[in-house]
């Protein structure tokens, strides 16, 4: 079974072909990057019309480099939300023209359903129910999700998710965006206990995250103590220790929350994916704690954490086995959250 996957939710224009859900066929991602990095952030209205331009040509592209024609496809997949609803109505636009042109079935996919399948994309998958770390931008949470595609949330974060936590740290520190990608690269090698910044926790059995008082604690040093600069010592502390130690901060509740759930639901699989899931300290931290617990760890390729249209494909085809595709497709309409 072939399917074209559109992904549009936010900043990234994707499409892809993937065979039997795993095997990838093409894989083309049109990024924006250089468009929002002057705002320290996603512009949304910006972010809609590059998708009106580069929509087309990303999904011609997608099909010459899998070597298929749209006629041979068995399904269409696209994104239905949640994300920028300008954004996602370009995808899903163009998802529902080419299925009812080849007449062909279309299939609606969650945002993060998509996240979680990324989890099969990796060398080696989950045999059953898993623990799935689902960290990015937009979205900080814990389901229990099962080989079906299924899921259930145990918790998300009531506030910032890490990734943005991450985005607006780096803007105040002036040290460009994405400000996950930003932080890692500053933080490599520096001390990562230089400034203890509060960990939220929430209550005792809680899964939910909260990244907003972390984020208050790291402007409020800043005001206090100056901006730290990458020759200097502002006290005894470096731009790169700082980054290090809110990177921390952060990393540590994900690693300490998603162990956790998999000790009380008696699991022994955890993944962790979106683009947060690319971080290198958290992908160490979770390296190291879940082998010494006797854990299995799953972690996608870093090009399958950040937004892509595999993971699309991947889980629509899981879709597919297990109900078939979307019901008057032609109704389907882009949901925020």
Not at 165 to 181: E, M, Q, R, S
Not at 278 to 307: K, M, Q
Request: hydrophobic share 45%; net charge neutral.
């Amino acid at each position: 079974m072939i399917i074209l996957g559109i992904e549009s939710s936010c900043d990234e224009t994707a499409a892809a072909v993937v065979r039997h859900g795993k095997e990838v066929l093409s894989s083309v991602v049109a990024s924006q990057v250089k468009i929002h990095g002057p705002f320290g952030g996603v512009v949304p209205e910006l972010a809609s019309r590059k998708h009106l331009e580069y929509i087309i040509p990303v999904i011609g592209s997608a099909l010459e480099r899998a070597g298929v024609s749209g006629e041979e496809l068995d399904a269409i997949a696209v994104t239905q939300g949640p994300g920028l609803v300008g954004a996602l109505l370009v995808g899903l636009s163009a998802a529902k023209a080419m299925a009812y042109a080849l007449g062909k079935p279309l299939i609606a996919v969650n945002h993060l359903d998509g996240h979680i399948q990324a989890a099969f994309l990796s060398c080696s998958t989950p045999e059953g129910p898993f623990i799935c770390l689902v960290v990015s931008g937009g979205h900080t949470a814990l389901y229990r999700a099962d080989r079906d595609g299924s899921s259930r949330l145990l918790g998300a974060t009531r506030d910032d998710a890490a990734g943005e936590a991450f985005d607006k740290i780096a803007k105040l520190l002036g040290i460009g965006y994405p400000g996950g990608i930003a932080i890692d690269k500053l933080a490599s090698g520096a001390n990562p206990m230089a400034i203890r910044f509060p960990r939220s926790r929430m209550e005792k059995e809680s899964f939910e995250f909260s990244f907003s008082g972390l984020k208050t604690a790291a402007a409020n040093y800043v005001r206090a103590h100056g901006l730290p600069t990458y020759d200097a010592q502002a006290g005894s502390v470096t731009m790169r220790d700082f980054a290090a130690s809110f990177q921390e901060a952060i990393v540590d509740v994900l690693v300490e929350k998603s162990l956790k759930a998999a000790e009380q639901f008696g699991l022994t699989d955890i993944a962790a994916v979106g683009g947060v899931a690319a971080n290198s300290r958290l992908r160490e931290r979770l390296a190291r704690e879940t082998a010494s617990r006797g854990f299995r760890l799953y972690l996608p390729p870093v090009r399958y954490c950040t937004d892509n249209a595999v993971m699309i494909a991947s889980a629509a085809y899981r879709i597919w086995m297990r109900s078939g595709p979307s019901h008057e497709m032609l109704e389907l309409d882009a949901y925020s959250r």
